[in-house]
């Protein structure tokens, strides 16, 4: 899809923002259609950081078109954690297993080794969002910062309400916490990871006989509330649609701890 106009002369300033947003909405839609179709993809983000900068120039025009709109993500940072908080997490269908995910590695190759909590959501509410990558670019630390909806704040409020919504929501972590009480309603604690069903799929890696913390049945199967969201991320699929208000990608200098 090229963005340049038949003439082939570059657009003025106005111009190009209706063609960024043009671009943007085509993109969504195409992701949409995408995740219809069951098939599971990635953004890479760990190895496309470099290639990533020039783009977020173009964000603010994107965003237009895709902030308040639906957006099929499934993305990743391949070979090293990210961290994704939130002040707070509904979700139902709720699902979680063990599993060993392979990891990919600088020079291209992947390992299996680590183990990992695979948790899934058939439908979530977040309580905004925030996602921190930190990358390396010619020796010098960034981070990319992501996030949606409300602030974020380092100390969850006492009561939250969600503003983002996602519908087959699952999150690849070493570690996965709430700052406050975690409520958890028609859940088996045990169940054997292969039995462990999210709308209806198991989830990936489920080993027959693994632990896992699935439904007991019920409409809607099981559900979470959690007061508080820190996670240690290798991976996060939104495998349906993912509604951001706000939207905002941007890099800065440094480590960053917080959005």
């Not at 939130?86 to 979700?91: A, F, L, Q, R, T």
């Amino acid at each position: 899809m090229s963005l340049l106009p038949r003439s082939g002369k570059l657009p003025g300033p106005r111009s190009a923002a209706r063609l960024l947003v043009r671009a943007g909405t085509e993109w969504n839609a195409a992701m949409l259609a995408e995740a219809a179709d069951g098939t599971r993809r990635g953004t890479r983000w760990g190895r496309g950081a470099l290639a990533f900068v020039p783009s977020v120039l173009a964000i603010g025009a994107l965003g237009a078109a895709l902030a308040q709109g639906a957006l099929a993500a499934n993305f990743s940072v391949t070979g090293q954690p990210f961290t994704l908080t939130s002040n707070g997490v509904s979700g139902t269908g709720f699902g979680a297993v063990v599993n060993t995910p392979p990891v990919g590695q600088a020079d291209g190759t992947s390992t299996a080794t680590t183990g990992m909590a695979r948790v899934g959501f058939a439908q979530a509410g977040l309580a905004g969002l925030c996602g921190i990558v930190h990358q390396s670019i010619a020796g010098l630390p960034y981070s990319l910062l992501l996030t949606a909806g409300q602030k974020v704040t380092a100390t969850p409020p006492a009561a939250y309400t969600t503003d983002i919504d996602a519908s087959n929501l699952f999150i690849q972590a070493t570690e996965l916490r709430s700052y406050g009480p975690t409520t958890l309603q028609n859940a088996v604690i045990g169940q054997s990871a292969d039995q462990v069903l999210v709308d209806g799929k198991p989830l990936t890696g489920a080993v027959p006989g693994g632990f896992g913390l699935g439904s007991a049945g019920g409409p809607g199967g099981s559900s979470v509330n959690l007061h508080g969201l820190n996670a240690t991320a290798y991976d996060a699929e939104i495998a349906g649609a993912l509604v951001l208000p706000q939207l905002d990608i941007r890099i800065v200098g440094g480590t960053a701890t917080t959005c």
